[in-house]
Every structure is written in C-alpha cells, then in structure tokens.
C-alpha cells in the first residue's frame, strides 16, 4: 500500500459533516479533521452512529465492531485506527459512567449495545461532545437514523 488518501467528509443524519459539524451545503472548515487528516475521538464515535445499521445483531449491536471499522475507515494504519477506536471507547464509556454511577463502565457499556439503537446514538453524540467540551441535551438528539454513510455511497465513492 502507497500513497495518501484523504477521506471525504461523512456526513450524519443532521446532514452535517461528522469531522466539523458543517452543514452538507457548506464547505467544510480548514480545521476540520477530513482536512487535517487529525482524527480524534469525537469523530470516531459520530462516524459510528453512522455505520450502526451494519452493526445490529440478533440481540443489540456490535459496539465494538462499529467504533473499530469506524476507526478503521477515518486512518490509514491498523495501529492508529486501534489507537483511535480504543480512545472512541473510552470517551464513551466514561461518558456513560458520568450518567449511570451505579453501574461499572463494562456493564454501562453492555447495557448500552444491548438496548434501542437511538440510545447508542444519543450516547455516541453525548460522549462525542463531551470529548470536544461542548454542551449536548440528550433529549434533543435526533433520533432518525442516519444512513448517509451506507447509503450516501461516501465509503464505496471514495477512491
Ligand atoms: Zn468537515
């Protein structure tokens, strides 16, 4: 393997780039992960809500699987995507255990992969904001699903 390549924004079910949260309409900001190829958690677990459906299993979702394959598709090295899916896991696990104290953050998790696909997506979203420390209601996520990245074409474009 040789050579570069720069993944092209995904983009959610708000129709906003998952790197800088610009709008689909609207070219991305010079800071945006896509461009700076620096990818950081927050991104890692927004692009996984987006391949989710892929991820559903007889019961709940495969979690992991989703955050790996996300991370997996945003770096080019197997060590840095491991890295960055581990760092996705974490955030996410800490942000469940700031909301569910009772619980260890392996059972949080579990609970989680177990439940209704939206929760996960509220999760994913929360503890993506709370990486990039800024506020995010719950209550006010979206819960369409988003298929932009499975079937906006933006993996199989890609070239
Ligand atoms: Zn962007």
């Known amino acids: 393997?040789?050579?570069?390549?720069?993944?092209?924004?995904?983009?959610?079910?708000?129709?906003?780039?998952?790197?800088?949260?610009?709008?689909?309409?609207?070219?991305?900001?010079?800071?945006?992960?896509?461009?700076?190829?620096?990818?950081?958690?927050?991104?890692?677990?927004?692009?996984?809500?987006?391949?989710?459906?892929?991820?559903?299993?007889?019961?709940?979702?495969?979690?992991?699987?989703?955050?790996?394959?996300?991370?997996?598709?945003?770096?080019?090295?197997g060590a840095a995507a491991h890295r960055l899916a581990s760092d996705a896991l974490i955030a996410l696990t800490g942000y469940l255990a700031e909301r569910d104290t009772t619980a260890s953050g392996g059972e949080t998790i579990r609970k989680l992969a177990r439940g209704e696909g939206v929760e996960i997506g509220r999760a994913l979203y929360g503890a993506a904001a709370r990486v990039e420390g800024v506020p995010f209601d719950p209550d006010l996520f979206d819960p369409s699903p988003c298929t932009s990245g499975v079937e906006g074409g933006t993996r199989d474009d890609r070239r």
């Not at 906003?16 to 992960?33: K, V």
């Open 1 to 77: 393997m040789t050579g570069l390549w720069t993944p092209i924004p995904i983009y959610d079910h708000e129709r906003r780039c998952i790197g800088c949260r610009a709008p689909w309409a609207a070219p991305c900001e010079s800071t945006c992960p896509f461009r700076t190829r620096e990818f950081g958690p927050a991104v890692v677990l927004r692009a996984a809500w987006c391949w989710l459906g892929e991820y559903e299993m007889r019961v709940g979702y495969d979690l992991g699987g989703a955050l790996a394959f996300a991370a997996a598709d945003l770096v080019e090295t």
